[in-house]
């Protein structure tokens, strides 16, 4: 069964760049069946999904959230990894990685947890000075 982990700072200041990895257990990120998500829920907020990359395939990124998101993959290490840079109070939420059978697509609809086969635990991010 794969397992995922996020892991990354709790805390980030205003103005720069938040970086979280995901690392996988029980199977790996180098096969094209799955695609590998971040996905983030603000506080009082609905699930939004930031972003999602798969091996063959181009990176996917939210429009929304393209000119500040990058992510890439490390298949050596089994992670991949959310960099989202110019980050604001409003960047504040409980960030996830996520496996889904195949690429997600983008509809700007609610994003769903059943949308994704797998979830990590969640982890919290806090923007602030």
């Known amino acids: 069964q794969v397992q995922l982990q996020e892991s990354g700072p709790g805390l980030v200041k205003p103005s720069q760049t938040l970086a979280l990895t995901c690392t996988v257990s029980?199977?790996?990120?180098?096969?094209?069946?799955?695609?590998w998500n971040w996905i983030r829920q603000p506080p009082g907020k609905g699930l939004e999904w930031m972003g999602g990359?798969?091996?063959?395939?181009?990176?996917a990124v939210n429009p929304s959230l393209k000119s500040r998101t990058s992510i890439s993959r490390d298949a050596s290490k089994n992670q991949f990894t959310l960099q989202l840079s110019s980050v604001t109070p409003e960047d504040t939420a409980v960030y996830y990685c996520?496996?889904?059978?195949?690429?997600?697509?983008?509809?700007?609809?609610?994003?769903?947890?059943?949308?994704?086969?797998?979830w990590g635990q969640g982890t919290q991010v806090t923007v602030s000075s």
């Open positions: 990359t798969r091996h063959g395939f181009t990176t």
């Open positions: 996520a496996k889904r059978r195949s690429t997600y697509s983008y509809t700007g609809g609610p994003v769903l947890r059943t949308d994704f086969e797998s």
């Open positions: 029980g199977g790996s990120i180098a096969t094209v069946s799955y695609s």
